[in-house]
């Protein structure tokens, strides 16, 4: 059963990614959030008979943590999209996404297995190569009612 929920969470994380991606381009994150998250919850709560089960305080406890901290880091991922865009966002959301549950581990005092410690390990790799100095240059945005400026046209050939 466990299996099943990592899935599904999976699955809501990427269907989340995708839609909220798009959907915070023009819109405020707040309203992003409160829709994608409550669609969540309505679909939590219609699942819920289907797997029946008894209700334990400590379960429901440890679902509500995991689930504000669940919305905090996609309003933290949404709000970088939105100033930073996803080729900054994303590397770091993912090396977060990868690594969290490993030092969760760690901090149980669990010893992690060798795949786990590799998998960090290129997980920290993949993020200093994403992120290593490149020759492109930054775009600017230009927001409605802000007075940030674009870059500079290229001049023309004679």
């Given at each position: 059963?466990?299996?099943?929920?990592?899935?599904?969470?999976?699955?809501?994380?990427?269907?989340?990614?995708?839609?909220?991606?798009?959907?915070?381009?023009?819109r405020h994150v707040l309203t992003v959030m409160t829709l994608l998250q409550g669609?969540?919850?309505?679909?939590?709560?219609?699942?819920?008979?289907?797997?029946?089960?008894?209700?334990?305080?400590?379960d429901l406890a440890r679902g509500a943590v995991a689930g504000v901290c669940m919305s905090v880091g996609l309003a933290?991922?949404?709000?970088?999209?939105?100033?930073?865009?996803?080729?900054?966002?994303?590397?770091v959301v993912a090396t977060l996404s990868a690594t969290m549950p490993f030092a969760y581990t760690l901090v149980r005092g669990q010893a992690p297995s060798a795949l786990a410690v590799g998998g960090a390990a290129a997980t920290f790799a993949g993020l200093a190569l994403v992120t290593a100095g490149g020759t492109a240059r930054p775009r600017l945005r230009r927001r409605a009612g802000s007075a940030a400026a674009s870059p500079a046209p290229a001049p023309a050939l004679p």
């Open positions: 059963m466990g299996a099943l929920f990592g899935a599904l969470t999976s699955v809501s994380i990427a269907a989340s990614d995708l839609f909220g991606r798009r959907a915070v381009i023009g669609t969540a919850a309505v679909g939590a709560a219609v699942l819920l008979p289907v797997f029946g089960s008894e209700l334990v305080a400590a933290g991922y949404y709000v970088g999209l939105q100033r930073l865009g996803a080729v900054v966002a994303a590397p």
